[in-house]
Structure formats: C-alpha cells, structure tokens
C-alpha cells in the first residue's frame, strides 16, 4: 500500500502523476510560475518546535493558548462595543437544531424555511426596538452597518458630504473612511465642545449643509453618552434635505426612546449583546433599520426575508426578496458588496429575546444603567479616579481617568489583580470608557474600587 497524506487522500507519486499527465507541469510550484522567483519560499519554514505529531500540536497550542486570559477569568469593565453577556444554556440547544445551525445564506427557500422564519422573526423584533419598519437580515457588525447607512443616503440624496455628529471609535471611523474616501464621499467630523462629550452644536449646524446627504449620530456615543439634543439634530439635518442615521447601543433600546421617535431615517446598531458571546470581538451582528419607501427599499443594502402563502395550501411561507439589490445576483449594480451575512447571530437573537420578552428586556436594559450609575458613585469616592463628563446623562458606559502616567503598565496591574479597567480611549489613552454587564455584582464594584484605591495609591 503507498504512503498518503491524510489530508490529500493521495500519494506523492498519485500526486506526481497527476501533475504530470493531466496538468503537464513536473512541479506544483510550476502552478506560479507569474510570482516573481525572489518570493518564492525556497525551503520549509523553520519553527520554532518540531516535527511533531497531531496530539502533541494540539498540546503545544493549548499550553500556548493558557497565556491569554478571557473574560471569564476576569472582571471585566470593557466598554465602547462588544459587551460581555450572560448566555442562557438553552440558547446553545436551540439554535444547535439541525433546521438552524447548518443554514448558511438562505437562498433556496424549499430547504431553509427554519433558518427563514427565524430571520423574519428577527426582522420584526429589530423593527418593534427601533421603530422602524424594514429591517434586513443582516450586516457584519455595527460599523459596516454604519458604512453601507451612508452609501444609501448618498444614493437617496445625491450629494456627497456624510456629517459625523458624535466622537465615534477609531474603528467605526476606519469603516467609514474605508467605505466612502474611494467613491468620492467627503467626511465631515466637528470637534467636540469642550469639557463635553459632544460635538459643538453651533459648528455642527455649521457643518451640515445644501452638500450633506447624511448626519451620523450615535445615542449612546462612543464614549458612552446620550446627546439631549437628539431631536433638534434631526431637525437641522432634515431642513438641509438630508437623511438622519442613527447608531444605537440596542440594549439601551429597553430603557432609551427608539430612534423613530425623534425621526431617525436610517437606524444601525450591534446586535452581539442579544444572546452572542464576545468571541475576541466577532462575529458580530450589525442591525440595519429604516421605514418603508419605494425607492428607498430598492437602494438598501442586504437580505430582506418576506413572508408569503403558499397558493395549494395556503399556509404561510418565508424566502429572500429583492435579492437584485444583493451581490450575488448583480455585481456591478449591488447595492452592497456584503454578500454573506450574520445569519448565524441574528437568529440568535431572535431567539434571545423572543425568551426574554419585553419586560425581561426593559428590566435587562434598566439593570445596566443601575449597575453603571452604581459604578459611578463608587469611583467619585475615590481622589484618584476622575470621572468625566458627570452631569451628562449615559446609559451603560461613561469615562474615567486614572491617576497615572503609564497607562499600560496601570492595565497590566490591573490585569493581574483580575480586572480589566475599561477600554482606553483611542485618542487619548489616558481615557477610559468603562461599561457594566449583567453578569457584574455589587461586590465586584466594591472589590474594583478597593483594588484601584491600593493600585493608585
């Protein structure tokens, strides 16, 4: 019997007389023979450990993985995204059925009709929270959500200037600059007001023009605040004849107003909290929202999953629809170049809250905003914590800065203590946005306050 590999399924001679009678070529490297010859790797790569067999791999990455700490391990205050939650065990043995948990993009409907309803399902909740009634299924994350808000309204509009109405994170602005700078969209950023955490509103109104086909505003923003002048921002963004998007953190959405309510256009937002683990920051869930038109559901991004009857029966039925706006059907004149989706975590989600319901989620969302302000006047107690901003409102998240100079060696301290104090800032690492979870108690508030009194002290 001749020697093969356990992943090739062949020989290295089968292997040669495949290259050689079928291809013609005497060598696989012969298959880029287009690569320049100096990048072409010459000989094996030298690691650092090895050969080894498959059992001892997977000791050497398991010992290698017992490096990194998880959230599980540690108390954590991260903030400005991804948040950490607590996962019912039912939820896995749900969505492990086999209708769910093997569908990928639904495209024949016969086959899918599990994963389709879920979907449906998972549209109607995202429109009941934001009060919008199209939601598609579904973005990667919140920031290409954000990303593909602003290319619809530059369709729906026909100018070229996106407003940026509220300090956003650097990688929310990296999407977004990633988006637009190559078609020819100008990104307009006002500087925040001083001593505030939002944008100047005289320089924003300033900003926002007969050019503007969007203003983005976050509620809360990246640094965990709510901006009262909500309304008044939709108003000057409609009287310039452009559309309002609105970025929502979805859990405050039990306790904040939907975005409809102050005449949001379009309404994106992250969806990992609805029953998602962090997973190191994805695969995520980015909700996108906005009230029926015409013209407008035309020009959105992403999957719509409609709800039909079938004509023998006349029960109900689920497909895709207006797939045409999708890249999969037409290239070139796609709506949006995202053609995989987060099938997966939206029906999650659907599945997350349909067991919560509405008064598990209001009183999910007012437990977080309790927690946070319980954090709050435990670091005002401390002289060595400044927290920042303290009469504007928040939901779950707000900054702080921390007595010290070296901010890396701080977390560090922290880390080994078991905590993780908050995410810093991205420009200016001596602020830190601290969110809460459900999972936080009241003895683990008292125990980071005791434990930043001995590391700041």
């Known amino acids: 019997m001749k020697p093969y590999s356990p992943y090739l399924g062949v020989s ?16 696989a490297l012969e298959l880029f023979s287009d690569i320049p ?10 690691l650092p450990v090895g050969p080894m067999t498959e059992p001892e791999i997977a000791e050497f990455f398991t010992e290698l993985a017992k490096l990194n700490k998880n959230p599980t391990e540690l108390v954590s205050f991260l903030g400005g995204g991804v948040r950490q939650i607590y996962i019912p065990a039912f939820l896995d043995e749900v969505i492990r059925r086999g209708e769910l948990y093997t569908a990928y993009t639904a495209y024949q409907p016969e086959v899918a009709q599990g994963m389709l309803q879920l979907l449906f399902e998972y549209q109607s909740l995202m429109a009941e929270l934001t009060g ?3 939601v598609n299924a579904s973005m990667y994350d919140w920031s290409t959500a954000a990303g593909e808000a602003a290319l619809m309204s530059v369709r729906l509009t026909g100018k070229k200037n996106i407003v940026i109405a509220s300090p956003i994170s650097l990688a929310r602005r990296g999407v977004l600059h990633n988006y637009l700078e190559p078609q020819g969209i100008k990104i307009v950023e006002p500087y925040l007001e001083k001593n505030s955490p939002f944008i100047r509103y005289e320089e924003l109104k300033k900003a926002i023009d007969e050019n503007t086909a969007a203003v983005y505003l976050e509620m809360p923003n990246a640094l965990g605040y709510i901006d009262p ?17 609105v970025g929502v953190d979805a859990l405050s959405l039990g306790l904040l107003k939907p ?11 992250e969806g990992q909290a609805f ?12 909700i996108f929202a906005f009230n029926y038109d015409k013209k407008d559901i035309r020009r959105a991004p992403g999957k719509l999953i409609g709800m039909t009857q079938q004509e023998k029966t006349g029960e109900k039925g689920f497909t895709i629809t207006l797939q045409a706006r999708e890249q999969h059907i037409r290239r070139a004149k796609a709506t949006s170049n995202i053609c995989t989706n987060e099938s997966l975590t939206a029906a999650i989600s659907a599945i997350y809250l349909s067991a919560l319901g509405p008064k598990g989620f209001k009183e999910l969302s007012l437990g977080l905003h309790k927690r946070a302000q319980y954090l709050k006047k435990k670091l005002q107690e401390l002289e060595m914590v400044q927290v920042m901003f303290p009469q504007a409102p928040f939901f779950a998240d707000f900054s702080v800065r921390y007595g010290v100079s070296n901010h890396k060696e701080f977390i560090h301290t922290m880390i080994d203590r078991g905590f993780v104090p908050g995410y810093p800032w991205d420009y200016d690492p001596s602020l830190f946005v601290l969110g809460v979870s459900e999972l936080h108690t009241r003895q683990h508030f008292d125990r980071f306050a005791n434990t930043l009194k001995e590391v700041l002290a």
Do not use: C, W
């Open 229 to 245: 002048r909500a309304h008044e921002i939709g108003e000057i963004t409609h009287e310039a004849g452009a559309k309002f998007v």
């Open 275 to 286: 029953g998602n683990a962090p997973n190191y920051g994805g695969p995520l869930l980015g």
């Open 37 to 46: 010859d100096d990048l072409i790797l010459k000989e094996a790569p030298k």
């Open 12 to 27: 290295s001679e089968e292997l040669k007389e495949m290259l050689q009678t079928t291809i013609g070529i005497d060598n």
């Open 132 to 134: 919008m009634n199209v």
């Open 259 to 269: 975005p409809a309510e102050y005449n949001a256009d379009i309404v994106v937002g």
